[in-house]
C-alpha cells in the first residue's frame, strides 16, 4: 500500500508517543494522506518491552489510539483531538522493538461531537501485527489543556514532509 502524504501533524515535547523530550518515548511523527487517514511512524526501544525482543501491548495500545484519536485533525484542524471513550484491540502477532513500524488510523463514522475509528499496525514486512476500533469524543485543545502547553509545547516537526509513505 502506497500512502500518499498532503500534511504532517503537530507533537509535543512530553507525550509518551509524540514528545520528542520524553527519553523513553516513541517520538512518532504522523502523516495526514490524500483519503484522510493518518500514517504513524515510530521506533519502540528496549524500554518498551514485555517478554524478551517483544514490545509491550500497551505501547500497541497507546500508538492506535493515538493515530486514531488524530485522524479526526485531518477532517478539521490540529487543535481537534479524540478523547477516548472505548479502544478495543485485537492482537495478531508479536511487535518487535529496534525496527521502524507503521500504523495507519481513520475515522469509520463522525456525528460531530463523538466519533469512531480504526486503525492496524504493521510489521515492516507489511503484515498486520495489532488491529483496533475505537469510540471518541471529539474535542479542542483548549478544553483539556492550557495556552501555556499549546503556544510553546505544540508545533509542527521541522522534518521534510515525504511524498508517499510505503506499506
Not at 53 to 72: K, P
Not at 124 to 148: C, D, H, I, M
Request: glycine share 8%; charged share 25%; with cysteine.
Amino acid at each position: 500500500m502506497k500512502y500518499t502524504i498532503t500534511n504532517h501533524q503537530n507533537i509535543s515535547k512530553n507525550c509518551l508517543v509524540c514528545g520528542v523530550e520524553n527519553e523513553f518515548g516513541l517520538k512518532t511523527r504522523f502523516y495526514e494522506t490524500t483519503d484522510k487517514e493518518v500514517v504513524a511512524l515510530f521506533q519502540p526501544i528496549k524500554q518498551h518491552q514485555s517478554y524478551p525482543d517483544i514490545t509491550h501491548g500497551g505501547i500497541s495500545a497507546a500508538i492506535l489510539d493515538e493515530v486514531i484519536g488524530r485522524a479526526i485533525m485531518a477532517f478539521h484542524d490540529e487543535k481537534s483531538f479524540g478523547v477516548t471513550i472505548e479502544l478495543k484491540m485485537r492482537y495478531r502477532k508479536p511487535v518487535p522493538y529496534g525496527v521502524q513500524l507503521k500504523a495507519v488510523g481513520r475515522i469509520t463514522n463522525d456525528n460531530g461531537r463523538m466519533f469512531e475509528g480504526t486503525g492496524e499496525l504493521y510489521l515492516p514486512n507489511g503484515e498486520v501485527a495489532v488491529s483496533a476500533e475505537g469510540k471518541y469524543l471529539r474535542r479542542r485543545l483548549e478544553q483539556f489543556t492550557n495556552s501555556e502547553f499549546v503556544d510553546s509545547e505544540w508545533w509542527a516537526p521541522e522534518d521534510e514532509l515525504p511524498e508517499e509513505i510505503s506499506i
